[in-house]
């Protein structure tokens, strides 16, 4: 999971200043955490204390209300209602890598990943997103090797990962829906040597950086192991301290700091 928020700060000056390379300074000065952070430790809070994950997500919605949410979450957020909103967003990907960190089997990673994207993102993309995400951060962490992860998440979700970033990254722009972002964040994994690289070629595609780097840092972290400490000063001086104890909170009890 902190690969994830790690990928998500990195990312956040570029959102909206897209660059097509990976030579950039990682921790700039302008690098903040994003609703991608927040949400995603919003799901945290929800595993940890069984809290139910509607009133969560709006709960941090609330504390963190400046975050950068996406126009239909933030109608949905400030609403009274609790009914999803049919989105098939990379919100649902970008938020889900808590789930891929704590339970033991492929089959429970599987619903859980359902049952946090549906409760907004309940478009089947929007679900299908969440899933393939979180199954990469499983297999991941679970010993198999990249092209088994390939093959899985081809063979189970139809998404494409054989075309390189290289032939991707020339006419790719902005795109927030999942199955125009979560493929490419896997693939920027998948062409990556370790942790660092991941991040950097998911931010060098010219996208939605902060989402996309927030994803392909989480199976990053997943499939290499415990981030240079250098991330983990990073990411612990961005956050707010209510943040930073769910992130130790979460990180000891699942072996994932």
């Known amino acids: 999971m902190l690969g994830a928020i790690a990928g998500d700060i990195i990312g956040s000056r570029f959102e909206h200043s897209p660059i097509k390379t990976t030579e950039f300074e990682l921790f700039h000065p302008?690098?903040?955490?994003?609703?991608?952070?927040?949400?995603?430790?919003?799901?945290?809070?929800?595993?940890?204390?069984g809290s139910d994950l509607t009133d969560t997500l709006k709960e941090y919605f609330h504390r963190y209300p400046d975050a950068g949410y996406g126009e239909g979450f933030m109608h949905w957020a400030s609403s009274p209602s609790r009914e999803p909103y049919h989105s098939y967003g990379n919100g649902s990907a970008m938020r889900v890598s808590p789930v891929g960190f704590a339970f033991d089997s492929l089959a429970t990673v599987l619903e859980k990943a359902r049952t946090t994207a549906e409760v907004t993102h309940n478009h089947p993309e929007g679900i299908k997103g969440a899933q393939a995400t979180a199954a990469a951060i499983f297999l991941g962490r679970t010993g198999n090797s990249k092209k088994e992860i390939k093959r899985f998440i081809e063979t189970e979700f139809q998404y494409n990962l054989s075309l390189?970033?290289?032939?991707i990254r020339p006419q790719y722009t902005l795109d927030t829906?999942?199955?125009?972002?979560?493929?490419?964040?896997?693939?920027?994994?998948?062409?990556?040597?370790?942790f660092e690289d991941a991040v950097r070629t998911a931010v060098s595609l010219g996208g939605d950086s902060d989402t996309q780097a927030c994803i392909a840092g989480g199976i990053a972290q997943a499939f290499y192991g415990k981030l240079p400490d250098i991330f983990s000063a990073e990411v612990h001086s961005r956050l707010e301290v209510p943040l930073r104890q769910i992130v130790t909170l979460f990180g000891d009890r699942f072996s994932c700091r």
Request: net charge negative; aromatic share 4%; proline share 2%.
């Open 164 to 167: 390189s970033l290289d032939s």
């Open 30 to 49: 302008d690098c903040r955490f994003t609703d991608d952070s927040v949400l995603t430790l919003a799901v945290a809070d929800h595993i940890l204390l």
């Open 177 to 194: 829906t999942c199955q125009g972002s979560v493929p490419q964040a896997i693939t920027a994994f998948l062409e990556s040597e370790n």
